[in-house]
């Protein structure tokens, strides 16, 4: 690929996204990732190698390749050919990771979504797993900060047409990633949609200066990270704002665990796909039950105290400032889990008078919910 367009959305080993060289294109990257993979299997590198093997093997342009930073960039599809284009931003791990999980998601939504275009931009510096990100407070660190600017850069370069879309996939860590980008760096795209977010840096969806008509959050019912609400109001609360999208029904290939988001033939990718092509009347919504909408409100006020001391530590990088960042993360803490705890106590509570009513012959709502297709 020669179109010079892509200069700005690709880059090499050693450079600064800010810095990287005019003749650095997606066949300059190509040619270097084939001679890394010699190198590795020469080396008897066997990891190195199924990795790099897995990136020139996948069918999309390496329009990104620094591997002395681990950063990657697939893009799957034509951008002058397609009407979508969806940037899918991953979260912490390893190569690992990048081979089994990011790569296969990435090719799930290209294949799902018709006259779309993905790209996979894993060219930031991450935590190996979220416990670390926690203890770092990375919410503030540099880390986040450099990468939101990168995200924000980076789509703004892309070579749309006016008439053509961009969204915002993120998942997990990644959604941290996005949610500073939106909040803090300016970043513009059509929609956003997350799954599995430990939270976005933010506390509403105000902050992040999108409509609440393109913004949609799904969070799997076994996925543990999603409920951490380590790094600010969980998106999918009822207080945080948007749509929350369902992510199993009958019919549909089950999604339960913090990967299983972009699995064929599941209504998580479903809903994911009709956001990325526009068509928003075929996304299926997750009405709040009476117990999250507690919990959302139990944990909104615990956190309200403290707005804001959240406001100064997204700004402020002064003596102290690290004091400030802890005790807000603390305070997300706290306030996630007392909101949590609200929650499944009333569904205990409920989940009781459901099993007294069945024993007395009594028909309640839920049950007639239950039994419907």
């Known amino acids: 690929m020669s179109d ?3 200069t700005e959305l690709s880059y090499g080993d050693g450079d600064a996204p800010a810095g990287r060289p005019p003749d650095v294109t997606a066949e300059s990257n190509l040619a270097a990732a084939m001679a890394d993979l010699e190198a590795a299997r020469a080396a008897g590198d066997a990891a190195r190698a199924e990795l790099l093997a897995d990136l020139l093997g996948c069918g999309g342009d390496l329009v990104i390749y620094a591997p002395a930073r681990d950063h990657y960039g697939i893009l799957l ?3 002058p050919d397609a009407d979508h284009v969806a940037v899918l931003v991953p979260g912490v791990g390893t190569d690992t990771n990048l081979r089994t999980q990011w790569l296969p998601s990435a090719r799930n939504l290209y294949e799902a979504a018709e006259s779309t275009v993905v790209i996979l931009w894993k060219a930031y510096d991450e935590p190996p797993d979220l ?4 203890a770092r407070t990375i919410v503030c660190d540099d880390d986040v900060r450099i990468a939101a600017g990168e995200l924000t ?3 703004h370069a892309l070579p749309l047409q006016p008439h053509q879309s961009v969204t915002l996939v993120a998942h997990s860590f990644g959604s941290i990633v996005t ?5 803090d760096h300016g970043l513009v795209c059509t929609d956003v949609v997350v799954a599995g977010s430990p939270g976005m840096t933010v506390d509403d969806l105000r902050q992040l200066h999108l409509d609440d008509a393109h913004f949609f959050a799904e969070e799997a019912p076994d996925d543990p990270v999603a409920e951490l609400g380590l790094f600010g109001t969980e ?3 009822p207080v945080f704002g948007g749509t929350r999208m369902r992510t199993n029904s009958p019919g549909h290939v089950e999604v339960r665990a913090h990967s299983e988001y972009f699995v064929p033939g599941s209504e998580s990718l479903d809903n994911i796909v009709a956001v990325v092509t526009g068509r928003y009347g075929m996304v299926r919504v997750e009405e709040p039950t009476v117990a999250e909408s507690a919990g959302g409100l139990v944990s909104w006020a615990l956190r309200l105290p403290t707005l804001p001391i959240g406001v100064i530590a997204r ?3 002064g003596p102290g400032f690290r004091v400030l960042v802890n005790v807000r993360h603390a305070a997300d803490l706290t306030a996630n889990e007392a909101g949590n705890a609200v ?5 205990a509570v409920g989940a009781a008078l459901g099993r007294i009513g069945r024993l007395a012959g009594i028909r309640l709502p839920s049950d007639a919910e239950e039994d419907a297709p």
Do not use: E, K, N, Q
């Not at 949610?179 to 909040?183: D, E, N, R």
């Open 4 to 6: 010079t367009r892509w």
């Open 77 to 79: 599809g034509s951008i």
């Open 131 to 134: 416990v670390t990100a926690a």
């Open 153 to 155: 850069r980076f789509v």
């Open 179 to 183: 949610g500073a980008a939106l909040a």
């Open 235 to 237: 998106p999918t609360s």
């Open 315 to 317: 700004h402020y990088r």
């Open 343 to 347: 929650r499944d106590g009333i569904d």
